[in-house]
């Protein structure tokens, strides 16, 4: 029963989503099943220390077979296992300095096997920072609390966003879902997800601030619910934006989640933009995520 549960523990994950933690369990899927993935969405440290590893474990696993030989390369002196190491370090980068090489058939053998292992693994390494690069990442900034407040003399939910880095996303396209716990006919409870429509769900260039609108009308999911209601039902929000970044030449997405205790009625968003008597416009995103009553 206890190597049962210490297998099961074993298996579980923890997966952040939003705020939230999910833990999986039952999937038997080792470290080596998906390293693509794990390679593309380790962080930056963790990635350069498996680097590092790898590059150690080689070099020490080829060393060992050099110094196991019978003097396979030239000028190594007392057959230290230390200068195996470096040449194996040269051979595998492919720097060849010249100073030692191999000199019997087994040295050549191995000085093959790690020719092809170094180029190969280069190969890969190369592909993985590039692809690491190369992915297209938003840099949109959420505000902390979507509010309710009146607008245009209707209630309604809105979520402002913004473009850090000031460049052109053009046709962009923002989605917001509502995820909220039902009971069915048989009397089961399930979390659905249904898309809230937005005012203007597109905005053609995309550069500065964005402010997407909600209306609470009968239509609505959202209609006549208070704090209770949306803690009872356990509701959150998930906003999906997509667009071309000019720069980057690629479609970019960023997504942001909210739950119900993040939700302000009866407030307002604080106003980021000011006119300057020299007739420019002055945004100040210290504010960005100030909320005040209607």
Not at 70 to 81: H, I, K
Request: aromatic share 10%; glycine share 6%.
């Amino acid at each position: 029963m206890l190597e049962k549960l210490k297998e099961r523990i074993s298996k579980s994950r923890v997966i952040a989503f939003g705020d939230r933690e999910i833990i999986t369990e039952g999937l038997d899927l080792s470290f080596w099943a998906d390293i693509s993935h794990r390679c593309m969405t380790a962080s930056w440290p963790s990635f350069i220390a498996g680097v590092v590893l790898v590059f150690i474990v080689f070099n020490a696993a080829f060393g060992l077979l050099y110094w196991l030989g019978d003097q396979p390369v030239s000028n190594v002196a007392r057959n230290d296992y230390l200068d195996y190491l470096y040449f194996s370090i040269e051979t595998l980068s492919t720097a060849g300095y010249g100073d030692m090489h191999p000199q019997t058939h087994y040295g050549h053998f191995v000085s093959a096997v790690e020719l092809l292992t170094g180029i190969f693994s280069m190969s890969v390494m190369t592909g993985l920072i590039f692809s690491r690069f190369s992915r297209p990442h938003a840099r949109l900034l959420f505000a902390n609390n979507p509010v309710i407040a009146t607008q245009d003399g209707k209630p309604t939910l809105m979520l402002r966003l913004a473009n850090e880095r000031h460049n052109i996303i053009g046709n962009a396209t923002a989605r917001l879902w509502l995820l909220k716990n039902t009971i069915t006919n048989e009397g089961r409870s399930i979390r659905r997800f249904n898309e809230l429509p937005l005012l203007k769900n597109e905005h053609p260039a995309l550069a500065l601030s964005w402010t997407l609108y909600h209306v609470l009308d009968e239509q609505s999911l959202l209609f006549n619910l208070d704090t209770e209601d949306l803690k009872a039902a356990s509701v959150s929000l998930v906003v999906v934006v997509s667009g071309y970044d000019v720069v980057a030449a690629q479609t970019i997405h960023a997504r942001k989640s909210y739950d119900h205790t993040d939700i302000r009625f009866g407030q307002r968003y604080a106003d980021i933009l000011e006119n300057l008597e020299d007739g420019r416009i002055r945004i100040d995103y210290g504010k960005f995520h100030d909320t005040l009553d209607e």
